[in-house]
């Protein structure tokens, strides 16, 4: 069946240091790769997407890129804020029996000291 | 204007009472779901809806019942509670006919079995 595995938490990082979160899946054909983002006391809201392989999704200075040959989306940010303190879920998408079938990983907790 | 709402947004209760949890988007999306996430942050999808018919039931304890009276609408109704069931609920809904659908989560509902 479909799985994603994700880099275990937590992540503890200074202000503007660099980030990156593992995240690799095992899926047959082309599925959907999502990254959502939990801030404390929230729901999951989506950070980025990417439908196909090669594609780059970006957002609030956070990207992945899908990669088909290593079957990996890890997410990556430049220069992180206390405010992206948060849990970070990586998550696939793929048409089962004619419905669309979202899987998580397990969630990696991010702590930003200033 | 929300667009998935959950309510109660806390619950807490006596081990062996039933309780049920609402949930309404205003998004018209055709699908629905509940997700069970524990203390570790682990996301469990239970159940998914599609314009209200069931369409993923996961191995989840026959004391979970959802009901969905439209497509706007799945609610979750718990019976005979007990403590493993303590955990933040969530709703989320999503389209059906995209090629990438992202969810929209409702703000979670914290069910604390005493």
């Known amino acids: 069946g479909n799985s994603v595995t994700q880099m275990e938490g937590p992540v503890t990082l200074s202000e503007e240091a660099f980030l990156t979160i593992n995240c690799t899946y095992t899926?047959?054909?082309?599925?959907?790769l999502f990254w959502y983002v939990q801030y404390p006391g929230e729901g999951l809201q989506l950070l980025l997407k990417?439908?196909?392989?090669?594609d780059k999704g970006s957002n609030k200075g956070f990207e992945a890129t899908y990669r088909k040959e290593t079957t990996s989306f890890h997410l990556e940010k430049g220069s992180v804020q206390v405010s992206d303190s948060a849990v970070y879920f990586c998550?696939?998408?793929?048409?089962?029996?004619?419905?669309?079938?979202?899987?998580f990983g397990r969630g990696t907790s991010l702590i930003v000291h200033p | 204007d929300t667009a998935v709402s959950q309510t109660p947004k806390y619950l807490v209760t006596q081990m062996g009472n039933d309780k049920s949890i609402k949930c309404e988007q205003n998004?018209?999306?055709?699908?629905m779901y509940w997700y069970k996430q524990d203390s570790k942050k682990f996301l469990k999808i239970m159940f998914s809806?599609?314009?209200?018919?069931?369409?993923i039931n996961e191995t989840v304890p026959n004391r979970f019942s959802p009901k969905s009276p439209d497509k706007a609408h799945l609610n979750l109704h718990i019976n005979s509670l007990e403590l493993g069931d303590s955990a933040v609920y969530f709703c989320?809904?999503?389209?059906?006919?995209?090629?990438?659908?992202?969810?929209?989560f409702g703000a979670g509902s914290r069910l604390t079995v005493l």
């Open positions: 809806y599609n314009n209200k018919e069931l369409i």
């Open positions: 998550a696939l998408s793929k048409v089962t029996g004619g419905s669309y079938i979202p899987t």
């Open positions: 990417a439908t196909k392989a090669d």
């Open positions: 998004l018209g999306h055709d699908t």
């Open positions: 899926a047959t054909g082309y599925p959907s």
């Open positions: 989320a809904s999503s389209p059906f006919d995209s090629g990438a659908n992202v969810l929209t």
